[in-house]
């Protein structure tokens, strides 16, 4: 066995690591701690949760010169509440030492920002498209970085941040060390690794699989409409301390979180339509205990890093499998052992396959618990929580209280049945409703009919395969708005800037982003409808691109 004295750290990181009660190494801190203090390049390919953040922040602030001003490092984060964690969990590690670290990320006031800059930091860690604007205005100076780490490549891809990453490291120095850590290494992010990193370390954790043993992964065959009563049943017989919940838009994790805290379930929501201050109340809340169920969409939630998530379910189906990874990933952590749920339409039957194809790991399909489990469940816990109480003995009021009743004529019994009456008339009861469940149709020939094929999805075309300089005010495609953009050729603006800009400040998906059409003062840009709002509210001359506000309006 090996410990973190063995990795070559210095006392004062030691230390921190002692003060933060890590007990050994993980995998990937092994493998990745000793070749970045060497300075060598690195592609760590490891799931979020596997300890990776403390695998490059040791290396990293242990690397720092100390007699050095300005910033010497960055850590490039697709998400701010990445970002955040990541500083949070950098000053941690930093304990003692004089090292300032700063999060940079949109959705925060310039002002706010730029004072922290002037007072100095030696690292910056941050969203591509913030970082990329207070370099292009000359606000952060990048002249004595050393290191970079791009965390969460992947995700990156996702969201369309890959072009400003690459022009970032084209602002370093050749003598940069650079890290990268993906949970899965799609071609683009190879080629980026091949382009820009030095005869690299590569370290894979897990190889055999992409999602950690320690998850149960179980899939349900339900309807459409018969996913909440699906949801409750589950809810009210697993053993869940928190559960996150998932589902395809944001409407409808708005509206789920509320069917859940009508019918009894501490349940609230995280979506693109809430502001930085909602969020982080709403995330507070679910890490403190006061809300036990937060039902979420992808954009929402990612980069999310919270302990002790027993459950996640994904209510809707990902759209591509990496989001699964992604989305599961959230449970299992630190070695704990973790549940994940999805629920199956029938024209969704053959992703099951699909997905045990790519995690090659086995995804078990279970029956919905009956309505007897579910009724001797309550029973259960009704039972234990009386017991409990009954342990805990009698005050003489209590006592008091029981006399008088038996001195009216009720006997003991009688008592209690009132007593758990009571009891369950205060705490409420959910309705369990029967399930309609999904039968095997047959074809006119009698053979079984394939609900494998998915419907396809109605993904916008990539920005960069259309970018035809057309000056239409109306979209061609079904499921989007065409947006007006107050910048365009005169401002040096290209496809990747709007994607990254727009991304970036609104929390939205890169690939929600459809055709981009950038005129000489002005640009078009394509965005799925049910994102428009939160794009609109975000960009009303909030944030800037190429030093110039951002003003959108639609189009059409």
């Not at 929402?300 to 994904?314: E, Q």
């Not at 998906?509 to 640009?523: F, L, R, S």
């Amino acid at each position: 066995m090996k410990f973190f004295e063995d990795l070559g750290l210095a006392p004062e990181y030691l230390n921190s690591v002692e003060k933060l009660k890590y007990t050994e190494p993980t995998p990937i801190q092994l493998a990745a701690i000793p070749p970045l203090l060497e300075g060598r390049d690195l592609i760590g390919q490891a799931q979020t949760g596997t300890g990776k953040t403390a695998a490059f922040m040791l290396p990293l602030l242990q690397r720092l010169n100390q007699n050095m001003k300005g910033v010497q490092a960055l850590i490039l984060a697709p998400t701010r509440e990445l970002a955040k964690q990541v500083t949070d969990a950098g000053k941690a590690l930093a304990g003692k030492t004089s090292h300032k670290i700063l999060s940079v990320y949109g959705g925060q006031s310039y002002s706010i920002q730029l004072r922290a800059l002037e007072r100095g930091a030696d690292v910056i860690v941050g969203t591509p498209g913030r970082l990329l604007d207070l370099i292009h205005q000359k606000y952060l100076n990048l002249s004595h970085v050393t290191m970079l780490v791009i965390d969460e490549a992947d995700e990156m891809l996702a969201m369309g941040f890959i072009e400003d990453v690459e022009l970032i490291l084209n602002e370093l120095s050749v003598n940069r060390q650079v890290a990268l850590f993906s949970a899965t290494l799609p071609e683009r992010i190879r080629k980026l690794s091949e382009r820009y990193l030095n005869n690299p370390v590569k370290v894979t954790i897990n190889p055999k699989a992409v999602t950690v043993a320690e998850i149960e992964q179980r899939c349900y065959r339900v309807r459409e409409e018969a996913k909440i009563a699906a949801l409750t049943r589950l809810l009210e017989i697993e053993d869940v301390s928190s559960a996150l919940i998932f589902t395809r838009t944001k409407a409808k994790a708005q509206n789920l979180s509320e069917d859940l805290l009508r019918i009894g379930f501490a349940a609230d929501s995280l979506h693109g339509d809430l502001n930085q201050s909602r969020r982080e109340l709403v995330l507070n809340r679910f890490r403190e205990g006061a809300v036990k169920i937060l039902v979420a969409t992808d954009v929402a939630a990612r980069g999310l890093d919270i302990a002790n998530v027993s459950h996640v379910v994904n209510f809707d189906l990902p759209a591509e499998n990496d989001d699964y990874v992604h989305r599961i990933g959230r449970t299992g952590r630190a070695g704990k052992t973790g549940i994940a749920i999805s629920f199956i339409t029938p024209r969704e039957r053959n992703w099951v396959n699909q997905i045990q194809s790519f995690t090659r790991q086995p995804l078990r399909e279970n029956t919905l618990p009956t309505v007897v489990e579910v009724e001797q469940k309550r029973a259960e816990r009704m039972m234990d929580r009386i017991a409990g109480q009954m342990l805990a003995g009698a005050n003489s009021n209590e006592k008091a209280l029981i006399n008088r009743l038996i001195e009216r004529g009720f006997d003991p019994g009688a008592i209690a049945v009132g007593a758990i009456r009571l009891l369950r008339a205060n705490e409420g009861q959910i309705n369990v409703i029967e399930i309609d469940l999904p039968k095997e149709e047959k074809t006119a020939k009698g053979k079984p009919r394939n609900h494998s094929k998915q419907p396809a999805q109605a993904w916008p075309k990539s920005y960069a395969a259309d970018n035809r300089s057309t000056g239409k005010r109306h979209s061609d495609e079904d499921g989007m708005v065409r947006l007006w953009m107050n910048l365009g050729n005169t401002n040096g603006i290209r496809p990747g800037d709007v994607v990254g800009a727009i991304a970036s400040e609104s929390g939205i998906p890169g690939k929600a982003i459809g055709a981009i059409d950038i005129q000489k003062d002005h640009t078009f840009v394509d965005v799925m409808e049910q994102h428009v709002g939160v794009v609109l509210r975000s960009s009303e001359g909030k944030y800037k691109l190429r030093g110039k506000p951002v003003v959108l309006r639609r189009a059409d």
